[in-house]
């Protein structure tokens, strides 16, 4: 069972006690944006919240009580009144949004608060974006509206200003490696995800579910002994090329980690090997150091760069990782 609480997502204090605030004075607000990293639990928290407001015995210190009829709805994701316009595809289209105002114009079912949950609205298209401002100004009674962002500088100036901003904060290294343990994962990877996530437990799981994280290790290696003398060494690389060309969207987030690997390979050779996140790659850090100049790291960094460029411009893909690995050798 799904137990909602505030106690049980780590971090966010400020978030949280700027949430039970507005409950304790009675002032909740209308439309709330939820602004941070991605994955730190915005969404989870706007689920405490949304259960806390409609739950019948709520709890001040931990929130919703977990055993009223509006609890138990919340902890089985079948609250009718708890509403999440998630993307469809990759953005969130002014239909639905049509659709949501259209709805809205009912009254709850049951629930004090009718809650409206945007986890994305970066997806959300200018004049999906538009459409909802005048809802966002004026919601319907007893309606509140969670908009979940990652980046300030996406978000329309006039959606900012009909929201009051919770902000959201990267999670500290020891809490995210900590939580990574204990989904079981080994101390030396849940090491490099909380490293490399930069606090974002979302992401790190992410990274732990897609095996990304074993196969940039297996293709670092790998290039590190590439011999291109070698016919069956260039076999390995061109073998790699195409697994790594059959990944969908996480192709962007693996070239992202052999950037953050050849990034940790300046700073080894500039001699600060405890400021690197590749923990996992110590000793392939230790072992390239001395492979190249500065300068040469740099065009491999730059290699990869193009690389994203390509997958941008929506170029086989297969043989974008192919050339990037031999420019990698
Ligand atoms: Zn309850």
Aim: proline fraction near 6%; include cysteine; charge should be positive.
């Amino acid at each position: 069972m799904n137990i909602l609480s505030f106690d049980s997502l780590i971090g966010q204090d400020k978030a949280k006690k700027l949430l039970k605030n507005a409950v304790t004075n009675h002032k909740i607000s209308h439309a709330y944006l939820f602004k941070g990293p991605t994955g730190v639990g915005k969404k989870s928290l706007a689920k405490i919240f949304a259960a806390y407001i409609n739950c019948s015995s709520p709890i001040a210190k931990t929130g919703p009580c977990n055993n009223c009829p509006s609890c138990r709805k919340f902890q089985t994701d079948n609250h009718p009144d708890f509403i999440i316009i998630e993307p469809d595809g990759v953005s969130i289209k002014i239909s639905q949004v049509r659709e949501l105002k259209h709805s809205l114009n009912f009254p709850p079912y049951e629930a004090a608060y009718r809650v409206v949950l945007l986890p994305d609205i970066q997806a959300m298209r200018r004049e999906a974006a538009n459409s909802l401002l005048k809802t966002l100004e004026e919601p319907p009674p007893n309606t509140i509206l969670i908009l979940c962002a990652d980046e300030a500088s996406n978000i329309l100036p006039t959606i900012n200003s009909r929201c009051q901003i919770i902000p959201f904060f990267p999670l500290p290294y020891e809490q995210v490696a900590q939580l990574l343990a204990q989904d079981g994962i080994s101390p030396v990877e849940a090491d490099t995800l909380a490293a490399i996530s930069e606090g974002s437990i979302g992401r790190a799981r992410l990274l732990a579910s897609n095996e990304l994280l074993s196969l940039r290790r297996e293709i670092i290696e790998n290039l590190l002994q590439t011999n291109l003398n070698n016919p069956e060494s260039t076999e390995i690389v061109i073998a790699l090329a195409e697994k790594s060309g059959k990944l969908k969207e996480d192709l962007s987030e693996l070239l992202d980690l052999l950037k953050i690997w050849l990034r940790d390979l300046v700073v080894t050779v500039n001699a600060r090997p405890d400021k690197t996140l590749s923990r996992d790659l110590a000793s392939a850090l230790q072992f390239a150091k001395n492979r190249w100049t500065l300068p040469e790291i740099y065009h491999r960094l730059e290699q990869i760069d193009r690389a994203k460029r390509q997958l941008n411009r929506n170029c086989n893909r297969g043989l974008i990782c192919e050339v990037l690995f031999f420019a990698l050798l």
